[in-house]
């Protein structure tokens, strides 16, 4: 039981470039979510999906897409990178539907660097 | 004004210090309080919720004063272990998907 895998741990983009972040949870969990954290600011909320098929903004979700693969996967794309998306990035997974009194499991993380 | 706020030290303390935590929220129909803890380049992991009644494990007490909007955390006999980062964690309306993260105050228990 892994728990909450993130792909890959590192990476540094140039402006400009793609890439796809990879989120899996073998929890059986409905709710996926990712946020990013930046230095003395707490976690801020990107996308998530509250089931599979469905996906909703957060709080900053510009400059970013997501897909709900099925129930296990949730990924995170950053179409064309940016300075300001240097961030460190968490997946995190819930049991339920709505954050309700569920507990989050995250992830490991991805630090990212574009330069 | 941030939703969920901490002061974000650092705590410096000596091991077997008590220490106690503060934070404050502004949604007043938030419904459910966590404490995080997170290690240095690490991810977050639960701590403990917070009840309205105040709950206790082992040597760590948190409390809620809906009242005043703000929730505590208590360690006692402080260890070198329980240096980390500990962030504040609001959910807000029931069937929403409103997590606050504070942005976390920081600990070092010194030798």
């Known amino acids: 039981n892994a728990g909450v895998t993130q792909t890959p741990k590192f990476q540094v983009l140039k402006t400009g470039q793609s890439m796809t972040l990879q989120c899996a949870q073998d929890?059986?969990?409905?709710?996926m979510y990712w946020y990013r954290q930046d230095p003395g600011m707490g976690l801020r909320l990107i996308y998530y999906?509250?089931?599979?098929?469905?996906?909703d903004k957060g709080e900053v979700p510009n400059g970013y897409n997501v897909s709900r693969l099925n129930k296990r996967e949730f990924s995170l794309r950053l179409e064309s990178a940016a300075p300001s998306q240097t961030s460190v990035y968490f997946c995190?997974?819930?049991?339920?539907?709505?954050?309700?009194?569920?507990?989050?499991?995250f992830g490991p993380g991805t630090r990212l660097t574009v330069l | 004004r941030k939703e969920v706020e901490q002061d974000p030290g650092p705590f410096n303390v000596p091991e077997g210090a008590t220490v106690a935590f503060n934070c404050t929220y502004s949604?007043?129909?938030?419904?459910?309080f966590f404490w995080y803890r997170q290690d240095c380049r690490k991810e977050p992991k639960l701590l403990m919720s917070?009840?309205?009644s105040g709950n206790e494990d082992g040597r760590f007490t948190a409390q809620l004063n809906r009242a005043s909007q703000y929730i505590s955390l208590l360690i006692r006999d402080s260890k070198l272990s329980d240096s980390a980062t500990y962030l504040c964690?609001?959910?807000?309306?029931?069937?929403?998907?409103?997590?606050?993260f504070g942005a976390g105050t920081r600990l070092f228990v010194k030798a």
């Open positions: 995190a997974s819930l049991r339920s539907r709505h954050q309700s009194t569920d507990t989050q499991y």
């Open positions: 929890m059986n969990h409905n709710s």
């Open positions: 999906s509250a089931s599979e098929g469905t996906t």
């Open positions: 949604n007043s129909a938030s419904q459910s």
């Open positions: 917070v009840y309205s």
């Open positions: 964690v609001v959910n807000g309306e029931t069937g929403g998907f409103k997590t606050i």
